[in-house]
C-alpha cells in the first residue's frame, strides 16, 4: 500500500515539472506588492465544466517538494481547503475557466501555484505560477546615456584694426617729399662742413 502512495506522489511531481499544454496558466510569473489582490488565471483546452483543483507549492518545484491543497471549482460547487480562509483565497469557475483570487497577499503566500484535473487515469497540470510578493515593487532601472564631451573651439583673434589716417598716395608723397628734403639738406651741410674744413687747413699752412 505504502509503494502504491509513493508512486502516486512520485507521478504527481513528475506531472508538475512538465506542465501540460491542455491546462494553460496566465501570467507565468507575477510579482505582487504586500496587500494587494492577485488573480491567477487557469484555461481547459478539452472540455467544458470540468472540475479544476489548485495546489501550491511553497519552494520551487522538484521531487522532493510537497503540495498544499487550496481549492477546486467546477460548474456546480466550490470546495477549499482545510486551512484556507475563504475572506482570502476565492476560486470561480465559468465554462472552460478558472479562477484563483487571492486577497490582501503577503509574503507567505509566495510560492508556484498549479491548476490540476483529474483524468482517467492521468493527472493534468498547468505550468503553474511563480508569485513573489514583496513589500516595495523593483523599480525599473533607466538606461544611463553617455555624454558626449563638448568639443572645444579655438577662436581666430581679430584682425587688429589701425587707427589714424589711411595710407593714400598723397601722404605717401608727402613722406617721400620730406625724406628728400632732409637728404639734401645732410649733404649740403655735409659740403659747407667740408668747405670750411679746407679754408682752415689752408689758413694754417700760411
Excluded at 507565468?28 to 496587500?35: L, M, P, R, Y
Excluded at 478558472?98 to 509574503?107: A, D, E, H, K
Excluded at 587707427?163 to 613722406?175: F, M, S
Aim: aromatic share 6%; glycine share 6%; net charge positive.
Amino acid at each position: 500500500m505504502r509503494l502504491w502512495l509513493w508512486l502516486l506522489l512520485l507521478a504527481v511531481q513528475l506531472a508538475a515539472l512538465h506542465g501540460s499544454s491542455v491546462l494553460q496558466q496566465a501570467p507565468g510569473k507575477q510579482v505582487a506588492q504586500t496587500n494587494t489582490e492577485v488573480k491567477l488565471v487557469c484555461e481547459a483546452k478539452t472540455s467544458q465544466n470540468l472540475r479544476i483543483y489548485w495546489l501550491r507549492q511553497r519552494q520551487a518545484p522538484s521531487r522532493d517538494s510537497h503540495y498544499e491543497f487550496l481549492a477546486f471549482a467546477d460548474s456546480k460547487t466550490a470546495v477549499y481547503g482545510k486551512d484556507v480562509k475563504q475572506e482570502k483565497l476565492n476560486v470561480s469557475h465559468a465554462a472552460t475557466q478558472s479562477v484563483l483570487t487571492l486577497r490582501s497577499v503577503q509574503p507567505a503566500d509566495s510560492g508556484v501555484y498549479f491548476c490540476m484535473t483529474i483524468g482517467s487515469p492521468e493527472l493534468t497540470f498547468g505550468k503553474g505560477t511563480q508569485l513573489t510578493v514583496v513589500d516595495v515593487l523593483p523599480t525599473t532601472a533607466k538606461p544611463t546615456t553617455k555624454s558626449t564631451p563638448k568639443k572645444i573651439r579655438c577662436r581666430r583673434p581679430s584682425p587688429v584694426t589701425r587707427k589714424g589716417p589711411p595710407c593714400g598716395p598723397l601722404t605717401l608723397g608727402l613722406l617721400v617729399t620730406g625724406a628728400v628734403i632732409l637728404l639734401v639738406s645732410l649733404g649740403v651741410a655735409i659740403h659747407l662742413y667740408c668747405q670750411r674744413r679746407r679754408a682752415r687747413i689752408h689758413f694754417m699752412k700760411q
